[in-house]
């Protein structure tokens, strides 16, 4: 079985401007499935498309598949049968040994920025930039599939 451990974390805005990324791709998602359970993902991210099951966290990990799909095949799935989506650019950043992917929101998300650490178990020790900030790998809030049904603009400044 495929699994996933990865820590999610807010973003200091005023740190993370100052951050050169080494890598920028647009990404573009939407859900073909998705309950408390598991979520089926379709997703373009730079010239190339994705199916991607997950099934239901616990803690940090959870089952992942993840499949390379053609990228007309994936604008056609997204057009078709998600009406909702997530748009953001994902940064790539290296950093003490370690792939931080950055992700920052668009549109009914926008001004939302969450990095994310994936790591081998979730007791490896990993150093945090000093743009890392507040821990919500458990806020399921912050959950792509929940920001589709409850964007960050309607509870922001709660």
């Known amino acids: 079985m495929a699994i996933e451990t990865e820590f999610k974390f807010l973003v200091h805005k005023d740190l993370w401007n100052q951050v050169i990324p080494n890598k920028s791709l647009d990404i573009r998602q939407g859900y073909l499935y998705s309950d408390e359970n598991k979520t089926v993902r379709v997703r373009t991210k ?3 498309g994705y ?5 239901k966290t616990y803690g940090a990990s ?3 598949y993840e499949y390379e799909i ?6 056609e799935l997204l057009n078709l049968f998600c009406p909702e989506r997530i748009e953001k650019t994902r940064h790539e950043i290296l ?3 370690n ?3 950055v992700d920052v929101f668009q549109g009914a998300n926008e001004g939302l920025i969450v990095a ?4 081998e178990s979730e007791t490896d020790a990993f150093e945090k930039p000093s743009w890392i900030g507040e ?4 806020d399921s809030r912050y959950a792509n599939s929940n920001l589709i049904k409850n964007p960050f603009v309607k509870w922001k400044s709660t």
């Open 46 to 48: 730079g010239e190339k």
């Open 51 to 55: 199916l991607t099951i997950k099934g």
């Open 62 to 64: 959870r089952p992942e």
């Open 70 to 75: 053609p990228l007309d095949e994936a604008i």
């Open 95 to 97: 950093f003490a040994g």
């Open 99 to 101: 792939k931080w992917e």
């Open 116 to 119: 994310e650490l994936e790591v």
């Open 135 to 138: 821990n919500v790998t458990d």
